[in-house]
């Protein structure tokens, strides 16, 4: 029901552009949101959109740089990546929870994955 799709190999300091597609059912009420996990360590919250209220929140580590975004017309939320570092390698999963929230608990529905591999 959520494909992520979009990542890829990228210099330090390019930029990508993440895809969520969301099919099989309505998220429009859902918050969506954006986490990733890099090797080794625990999935973390990256940003979220609340599609009704217009409510966005990011990560202290991704502000000013990445942009969450929804197009509803395609039912595909959006993750726009600036001024990549190495850090920011990892795998990025889209999910929806009922609730706007940073919360890695309050998701219920999560799609399978894109590698983001940032080189120095």
Same mark, same amino acid.
């Given at each position: 029901q959520l494909q992520a799709s979009g990542g890829g190999l990228v210099q330090a300091g390019g930029s990508l552009r993440l895809s969520c597609a969301v099919s099989g059912r309505t998220f429009t009420t859902y918050c969506m949101g954006w986490f990733r996990? %890099?090797?080794?360590?625990? +999935?973390?919250?990256?940003?979220?959109? &609340?599609?009704? =209220?217009? +409510?966005? &929140?990011?990560?202290?580590? *991704?502000?000013? +740089?990445?942009?969450? #975004?929804? &197009? !509803? =017309?395609? !039912?595909?939320?959006?993750?726009?990546? !600036?001024?990549l570092e190495p850090e920011d390698t990892a795998v990025y999963y889209c999910a929806a929870s009922p609730?706007?929230? %940073? +919360?890695?608990?309050?998701? &219920?529905?999560?799609?399978?994955?894109?590698? *983001?591999?940032? #080189?120095?």
């Amino acid at each position: 029901q959520l494909q992520a799709s979009g990542g890829g190999l990228v210099q330090a300091g390019g930029s990508l552009r993440l895809s969520c597609a969301v099919s099989g059912r309505t998220f429009t009420t859902y918050c969506m949101g954006w986490f990733r996990q %890099a090797p080794g360590k625990e +999935r973390e919250f990256v940003a979220a959109m &609340d599609w009704g =209220a217009l +409510r966005t &929140d990011y990560a202290d580590s *991704v502000k000013g +740089r990445f942009s969450i #975004s929804g &197009d !509803n =017309a395609k !039912n595909t939320v959006y993750l726009q990546m !600036n001024s990549l570092e190495p850090e920011d390698t990892a795998v990025y999963y889209c999910a929806a929870s009922p609730h706007f929230s %940073a +919360r890695f608990d309050s998701y &219920d529905y999560w799609g399978q994955g894109t590698l *983001v591999t940032v #080189s120095s």
